[in-house]
């Protein structure tokens, strides 16, 4: 197994367990946060520089997020 997919399959483990203690998906925009927060920590750890390219990522996901806002797909 790749390290993709060990990834994909403890993220799946995140979702469901996120879904089980509140399947109300308004609820899960504090926890999308916490993550993306962490996250960009761990890249500030790892190299300050990587700022640029978070926040590259950042403006990506909006565009991702806007195009499944208005498509309905992903």
Do not use: C
Not at 17 to 22: H, I, N, Q, V
Not at 31 to 58: C, R, S
């Amino acid at each position: 197994m790749s390290k993709e997919d060990d990834l994909r399959d403890m993220l799946n483990t995140v979702i469901l367990e996120m879904d089980g203690m509140d399947s109300n998906p308004s609820t899960w925009l504090t926890w999308i946060l916490y993550l993306l927060k962490g996250l960009q920590q761990q890249a500030m750890d790892v190299n300050p520089a990587y700022q640029t390219t978070f926040e590259e990522m950042l403006s990506y996901l909006q565009d991702v997020i806007r195009r499944r806002l208005n498509t309905g797909g992903w």
